[in-house]
């Protein structure tokens, strides 16, 4: 019986024993045949590494304001009787706006210009009797300081009613209505926004550093999210004397074209000033970068031979350090050099030291200026 068992058991461990063998050759073949595994090349597109000048500027963010605008108000207390414009229209400087209600000046005026016309008959009644020695010099005097009072009066009513007829202080855009017809204002209650829009102003800060570069007439070129990133320029017009003492920054005013009036005050936009010297840099296409967080990375293309003497492309994997971004292209500071190839489109797919066909027939075109179809 133990024979048995034992016979048993030895037979058990020779299966094993030759299942384990056979799985050993089968795993030892599979790692073989994995060494020996090349995978195919991948095909990328290329763009070169270019030597360019660009232009040296100073990048901030501004704000637009009108160079001219006010919240139109009432001067004088008074009841609404005519709104003579439409929200939203230009008006020309001196066109009316509101007209309060001025009856009681009206008739105030016509009594005073009677006033006016009676003392002026007096006073050339009294010239011509003092000119005849039949009345004093001071019976005179007295009739030339009436005239002149009840002058004064007229002036004085017509000053009522033209601060009551409110009209537009130059010419401009306007907003939207804040007063009603027959509604009683009080003196500086608001009536009306009015912006002059062409030209406009942007104000942004540089930093004190900078202020050696810059100076009155540099051109600006302002470009604002809204207007899909329509590139507008202008000059240098103002700089502010004084620095900000929290901030260290200058505040700087440029005058900004706007016929068509699509800039309008309060918006936020992107500022460069161009200085006069243009800057040497070394550039990719933006979407030659392999970005992650420990270091930006392009794949440069390479040629080896092989052992069959044919030259067979890789690429290698090379750190790189970025500076300014212009249009669909990087400048880099460190990392490659001109006359060098790199990988421009889908780098994320690549590993270094990867075998690569270059087939550039559909590469995209990239440009200083892009405009994309779907922008």
């Known amino acids: 019986m ?6 048993s058991i030895l037979l058990l461990l020779i299966i094993i024993g030759a299942l384990g063998g ?12 994995g060494e020996q595994f090349v995978p195919p090349p991948v095909t990328v597109t290329t763009a070169p590494v ?70 002026l008959t007096e006073l050339e009644r009294r010239k011509a009797l003092i000119k005849r020695r039949t009345i004093s010099q001071s019976d005179f005097d007295r009739a030339d300081a009436e005239y002149k009072q009840a002058l004064a009066e007229v002036d004085s009513i017509r000053a009522v009613i033209d601060k009551k007829t409110i009209r537009a202080p130059f010419s401009g855009r306007l907003g939207i209505r804040l007063v009603n017809l027959g509604q009683i204002l009080n003196e500086g209650d608001p009536i ?5 829009l062409d030209p406009i102003f942007v104000n942004f800060y540089l930093p004190q550093q900078e202020l050696a570069q810059i100076h009155e007439g540099h051109r600006v070129r302002l470009t604002v999210d809204q207007l899909d990133q329509k590139k507008i320029e202008g000059t240098i017009t103002a700089i502010n004397p004084q620095v900000d003492a929290r901030t260290r920054n200058i505040r700087v005013q440029a005058t900004i074209p706007n016929s ?39 794949f440069v293309v390479e040629e080896k031979a092989g052992d069959d003497q044919q030259t067979t492309a890789f690429v290698r994997q090379q750190f790189v350090r970025l500076g300014d971004k212009n249009g669909d292209f990087v400048a880099v500071l460190e990392g490659v050099e001109a006359g060098q190839t790199v990988v421009s489109t889908g780098v994320f797919k690549l590993r270094n030291g990867q075998a690569v066909v270059v087939d550039n027939a559909l590469a995209p075109e990239f440009k200083m200026e892009p405009t994309p179809e779907d922008s």
């Not at 056979?22 to 045949?33: D, F, P, R």
């Not at 009306?192 to 002059?196: E, K, M, R, Y």
Request: no cysteine; hydrophobic share 45%; proline share 4%.
């Open 192 to 196: 009306v926004s009015l912006q002059a």
């Open 22 to 33: 056979i799985k050993g050759l089968q795993i030892s073949k599979m790692v073989a045949q």
């Open 50 to 119: 270019r030597s360019e000048q660009w232009e040296s500027v100073l990048t901030a963010v501004g704000s637009l304001e009108a160079v001219q605008g006010v919240t139109v108000a009432a001067e004088m207390s008074g009841r609404v009787v005519k709104i003579a414009f439409e929200p939203g229209t230009s008006v020309q400087k001196g066109d009316l706006l509101v007209q309060l209600d001025t009856s009681s000046e009206d008739a105030r005026l016509r009594a005073a210009k009677a006033a006016l016309a009676l003392s």
């Open 260 to 298: 068509d009036e699509t800039l309008r005050p309060g918006m936020y936009a992107n500022v460069a000033v161009l200085l006069p010297k243009r800057e040497a840099v070394t550039t990719i296409p933006s979407t030659a970068i392999l970005y992650a967080p420990y270091s930006d990375s392009v």
């Open 2 to 7: 133990k024979r048995m068992v034992f016979f």
